[in-house]
């Protein structure tokens, strides 16, 4: 309001001309704060200067004043003293689950907290509980040091927790024994919304990729874990949570750190944390969408009933990250991974790929074509792979005189370490047992095609060695002008100086490599490609959670080998390298 003497319209003040109103018989004088007479005649006073008669505000006119009460109080009836007709509620109720009292009970149990400026003792409040826009039960409030609240279970009824199932309360005050506020209800207060749900954020937006790190997802129930006090022993009530991936021709885009967690009366308030990873395929299909569906598994006389058929989904999109392959093949041609392309006929070992920044190497041996001394071609015979301590050897490099001449010995797959392979490194064949695919950890890929006269290899590695190799494949740096480089970090003009800077001496050979045991005691399941069988959780089976869940590369018809194992005998009698021989 605008000051005495003053008039507005709701944006500005003016000075009111009281002389227009021929308040005096003289000589009226207007002034700011009314007016007053030149002569002999009235003057204006402000009855709210200099001490105020309200309570809260004062309003002077002329010849009076009026009083004015602030937001949420009234005016008694001596129109200057001001009062609460109704308790003041300083913010909405606030509604959350009480553990103490839903263990109680058995039941989970909401408490509904009032925030009010002064407590007294004639402060009433009355408190509606309302499950999915019903009015379900009133209930009584209890005062504590700090706060008014109240208490209520889950309203007695058999209920099922899930996305649609909420919850509020809302509050009403007044004064009991107050008659000047005619005992009148405060208008109701409305808490927010609380859904009884399993929490899952983000549940859209998820962008994971091939090349990338992964994303992660929490997870925990908004309400306590409580089984009837009628079932189990009360500690052993859990709540497990299942994730499920969608499959395409039992083929995954995604892979989770983790298949299901528990959640207990412990630990419900507590998140817990799955994270979610694009699988390498090394196909450039560009992205894809893949629905993580979250479930609650119900565990006979361990699971709250409330929690049956609790179901999220997650929605997550696939990046592709661009593979490059690099081949030798037939007598041999080569391509880099920057589709550079020449040839060499020479024999012996080579190094093939050797990544900079990791123990990661893959070597070629090359043989005379169908094993003859001859005039023949070269051709590639051999290939062993090493990524950590983990070696593998796929080769036909032998031959024997029969009497249909020389013939080759059948092809051979060798674990050279000793020790286990490490997980996530994989052997695979085709049905006819002419085509295998070696899978390292880190996604690299090696293709055999074997034939009568030797074999062909294609190295497929992951956007980590991009601008990281070295060897014949080239540095993979997207320029195939640069690709000879030498081992001294050189470029050589000429492709037969570059691939004999290459060559394999004896201390670095491969195919004779004996390594020493790898402990496996470090090697812990980081990635999950989960069952959809909700009986296949319970029972903890077929549960794929190893490395190898993040590199599944394209080839249905790809059986898996049994890892092969290196005897001591053939340990002291593997043959002499054909570089030696030269």
């Known amino acids: 309001p605008c000051p005495g003497g003053y008039q507005g319209d709701g944006m500005m003040c003016t000075d009111i001309d009281e002389c227009s109103l021929n308040p005096c018989s003289g000589i009226c004088s207007n002034s700011p704060d009314g007016y007053k007479a030149v002569g002999n005649c009235c003057q204006n006073v402000s009855e709210c200067f200099p001490e105020s008669p309200c309570d809260h505000l004062c309003i002077n006119v002329p010849g009076s004043y009026q009083c004015q009460c602030k937001e949420g109080y009234r005016l008694k009836e001596d129109m200057k003293t001001c009062f609460e007709p109704i308790p003041i509620m300083s913010d909405k109720p606030i509604l959350k689950p009480n553990q103490n009292e839903s263990v109680k009970r058995s039941q989970v149990t909401f408490e509904c907290n009032i925030p009010v400026v002064n407590k007294s003792d004639d402060e009433e409040y009355e408190v509606q509980w309302i499950r999915n826009d019903t009015v379900k039960a009133a209930t009584t409030t209890r005062r504590d040091n700090a706060t008014v609240f109240a208490e209520i279970d889950v309203f007695g009824d058999p209920v099922r927790f899930s996305e649609g199932f909420e919850i509020h309360c809302q509050v009403r005050s007044r004064f009991k024994r107050d008659p000047q506020s005619n005992y009148s209800w405060s208008p109701w207060l409305l808490s927010d919304n609380f859904s009884a749900v399993l929490s899952v954020n983000p549940t859209t937006g998820i962008l994971v990729k091939e090349d990338g790190p992964g994303v992660n997802i929490t997870v925990r129930p908004t309400v306590p874990i409580i089984c009837s006090s009628d079932l189990i022993e009360f500690k052993q009530c859990a709540l497990v949570v299942q994730f499920k991936i969608p499959r395409i021709e039992h083929r995954a885009d995604i892979a989770v750190s983790q298949c299901a967690m528990q959640f207990t009366i412990d630990n419900w308030e507590r998140e817990q944390v799955i994270e979610v990873k694009a699988v390498r395929d090394f196909v450039n299909d560009g992205t894809s969408d893949a629905d993580l569906e979250i479930q609650t598994v119900f565990l006979t006389n361990r699971t709250p009933p409330e929690w049956l058929d609790m179901d999220v989904h997650v929605q997550v999109i696939s990046q592709n990250a661009p593979s490059r392959m690099c081949y030798s093949i037939t007598d041999p041609h080569y391509m880099t991974f920057d589709r550079k392309k020449y040839n060499f006929y020479g024999l012996g070992e080579f190094v093939l790929v050797k990544a900079k920044h990791r123990a990661f190497e893959i070597q070629t041996r090359t043989w005379r074509c169908r094993g003859q001394w001859t005039t023949h071609p070269s051709c590639n015979c051999g290939v062993a792979i090493k990524e950590g301590n983990d070696v593998i050897t796929v080769d036909m490099c032998q031959w024997q005189c029969t009497d249909n001449g020389v013939q080759h010995v059948p092809i051979r ?89 290459w060559r394999v001496n004896r201390t670095e050979n491969l195919f004779t490599f004996v390594g020493v045991a790898m402990s496996q005691n470090d090697e812990k399941p980081t990635n999950c490609c989960c069952p959809v069988d909700a009986e296949d959780f319970v029972n903890r089976t077929n549960f794929d959670c190893s ?15 049994d890892h092969p194992y290196t005897t001591n005998c053939e340990t002291s009698s593997r043959r002499q390298s054909v570089g030696d021989r030269r």
Request: glycine content about 10%; aromatic content about 6%; charged content about 25%.
């Open 413 to 501: 797959v060798r674990k050279r370490n000793k020790g286990a392979l490490r997980m996530g490194v994989g052997i695979f064949k085709d049905k006819t047992g002419t085509e295998y695919k070696v899978v390292m950890r880190s996604g690299a890929t090696v293709r055999v095609e074997t034939h009568s006269w030797g074999i062909n290899v294609y190295v497929t590695v992951p956007e980590d060695d991009h601008q990281s190799t070295e060897g014949l494949c080239g540095n993979n740096n997207g320029n195939a002008n640069d690709d000879f480089v030498g081992r001294d970090g050189q470029v050589i003009p000429l492709h037969i100086d570059f691939v004999e800077s």
């Open 547 to 561: 490395f190898s869940a993040l590199v599944q590369p394209k080839r249905a018809e790809l059986q898996k080998v």
